[in-house]
């Protein structure tokens, strides 16, 4: 697995090759060029082939790829058939979808279990998934090994939930809390973080249609000036 | 408002500025040093400097950042004041979540009407916002101004609905659908969609856990070999 040179920015496109392979499987399409790879992903050929040679040689020059071929190599390099065991804490509304909706298992990961302090629906599941008491956390973590939190917790708890699974040997967290939990002092080799922050996605989308709205007025007005 | 020189890397960065600088009012904190924001975010002074440089003068040099004024500038850079106007498709788990724990209007957007198929939760709301028939969706369109469209429908149906949106003069979207919705046969001018791909996110978890755990294994190994 390790591959010490890959920057994150390559290991970041493999999910996307991934759903564009799996698309293309459901297409009926068995071969791709880096040319129709590039084309539907708005990239270039050159970048595909330069990002897939930082793990082996997979397509075959003028032949192409071969699509499942291909698909298994980038899951195998994402570490899809390890096995990754997952619990998820807060089982509020998001939390509830993730558990309902997100199909954990086709990415390759095994959701055990959920934890929530409400004392209605500890006990109860969704999805076959148990919610048990956030009290017994802990002790779970002490009898079974787990790769992966996601975390969906209020703002408020989302620190101390964070220390209390680092101090109980979790080390990667799926962040859907909205706070910032890599701060200088956590060494990166100690924690793993990857964050959902739905208002960095909205706010980053308000500034690109402002930005079109406001080009497209300038035009007009460019547009207007010159037929006076 | 228009910044055409700017990067996208940058416009992406400026959500996190406005999550710490929020961060920062609620501790008290009302000045601060692009030495110390740098230390809190993991990014260099110098980088700070330079992503507030594309868009005016700041700070004071040796005097740092005025917590609130520095957040108002990044509040309008990103639009936040120019009261977006939203709607919502597909209430199901993704889509109730977001309508009941998302705060549109904390980052500018206003949720106007949420669309689905299903009789049964027609004419219901949810925080007040009502549930419209989607076969009723052009007509509001026609009636109605509207940014953004969030867009929680099943995979099945992403492409039609963002072709439906499009031809009824939505340009953007908050893509939830896991479905690639920009094609090579949609100019970049005539659709924004930022998108929220759970998939990839988890997935790009999943390798650095494997690496961090191969990485730990060969330093293991490493020891137990010169302690033979």
């Not at 799926?174 to 739905?198: C, G, Q, R, S, Y």
């Not at 909205?202 to 406001?214: A, E, H, P, Q, T």
Request: net charge negative; with cysteine.
């Amino acid at each position: 697995m390790k591959h010490p040179n890959v920057s994150n920015n390559v290991i970041r496109r493999m999910p996307r090759y991934l759903r564009k392979l799996d698309e293309l499987t459901e297409a009926g399409v068995s071969r791709i060029s880096s040319g129709e790879l590039g084309r539907q992903l708005g990239l270039t050929p050159s970048q595909i082939r330069q990002d897939f040679s930082c793990f082996g040689e997979f397509g075959q020059q003028g032949y192409g790829y071969k699509v499942t071929a291909l698909r298994a190599e980038i899951a195998s390099i994402l570490g899809m058939d390890r096995g990754y065991s997952a619990i998820l804490i807060g089982v509020g509304n998001i939390g509830q979808a993730l558990m309902c909706n997100f199909s954990f298992s086709t990415w390759g990961f095994d959701l055990k279990a959920a934890f929530d302090v409400k004392p209605e629906i500890i006990g109860t599941n969704y999805e076959g998934i148990e919610i048990l008491d956030m009290a017994t956390l802990p002790e779970y973590l002490a009898d079974n090994h787990v790769d992966v939190a996601v975390l969906c917790v209020p703002k408020a708890h989302a620190v101390s939930t964070r220390d209390l699974l680092m101090k109980n040997g979790v080390c990667a967290i799926w962040n859907f809390t909205n706070v910032e939990l890599k701060t200088p002092d956590i060494p990166n080799e100690n924690l793993v973080v990857e964050n959902i922050h739905f208002s960095d996605s909205l706010l980053s989308l308000g500034y690109f249609v402002s930005y079109n709205n406001d080009e497209k007025a300038a035009q007009a007005a460019k547009l207007n000036k010159s037929t006076l």
